[in-house]
């Protein structure tokens, strides 16, 4: 130890006492320099930068987990800017009531049954057949699924873990695989790859669902790097809290509604890179990226604890009714 410092000490008596105070202000011009051009650079986006023309991609976008929350209010943010859709979920009813309320003389739509916790070879046949030959210049990757409630690992049942990568993981690759081949070929598309919140931090008692989105992230990061330059763009989009019908979430400053989100998403679309485009959003993100990363985890880990406690006593009390929730 005693030898380093002489070393380190024998290196500063090298130099003059005044450059280090002009070395200080210099790295510190540019740890300036480089926060207000991430501000510039995010103004920009935020606020100037003009929104493409959706339809240059193509006729078609193509929605997962269209019936409701962010899915379907992509669905009908899309259809305002003039695109024709194909829905897909699980549930025809719903699909067949998204797709009647946003049809349009402008705008068609369609639709395609798919249980997206199977999505096995048949399956994926079926999709495909239902997209055969259609000039498809969007696609929302948008169909997921988390936990019930946060909880350890070895609480989750054998059916929650494989959904988990089932309809966060293989749904986006499978479509994605169907979908960007022929964006290549035309030289024009854009896939939007919905991810979370959790993907950019440690979730404990998220931890599969949070892995399950960062590697949506990345994915959808080295796919963009891949095809740009034959004209398709990759873009992975990571919301926060929105107020859906499954978040269970009031709407509030930093949590929008589901047609608030995709309002802002679709102006988005078209640039590609990992975004957040709901401002507040991105906000939070900074932070969380500013803490130290055992504070963060304690934080999360203590709220997600909270929350798994609630869902517990909430389980116990439906089972004591008999599985019915309480009036």
Sequence with gaps: MSSAINAV??????????????????????????FAIGFLCALYRYLLRPSLDLTKFGKYAVVTGATDGIGRAYAVALSKR??????????????KAVADEIDSSSAKTRYIVCDYSNFDGAARRRVMEGLDGLDIGILINNVGVSYRYPMYYHELSDTEVGDIVGMNVNSTVHMTK??????????????????????????????EYGAAKMFVERFSSSLDAEYRGRGVRVQCQIPFYVATKLAKLRKSLTVPTADEYARMGVRWLGYGGVVQPYWLH??????????????????????????????IKKDAKLAAGGGKKAE
């Design 9 to 34: 000490i024998a290196i500063l008596e090298k130099y003059p006492e005044e450059p280090l105070p002009a070395a200080l202000v210099a790295v510190g011009i540019a740890v300036v320099s480089k």
């Design 82 to 95: 003039g695109m024709s859709l194909i829905l897909i979920s699980r549930t025809e009813a719903r699909l």
């Design 178 to 207: 169907m979908i960007i081949d022929g964006m290549a070929s035309r030289r024009r598309g854009t896939i939007v790859n919905v991810s979370s919140g959790s993907a950019g931090h440690t979730m404990p008692l998220l931890a």
């Design 282 to 311: 991105g906000f939070q993100g900074w932070v969380m990226s500013c803490l130290p990363s055992f504070i963060l985890e304690r934080g999360v880990m203590s709220m997600h604890d909270g929350i798994r406690r609630r869902g």
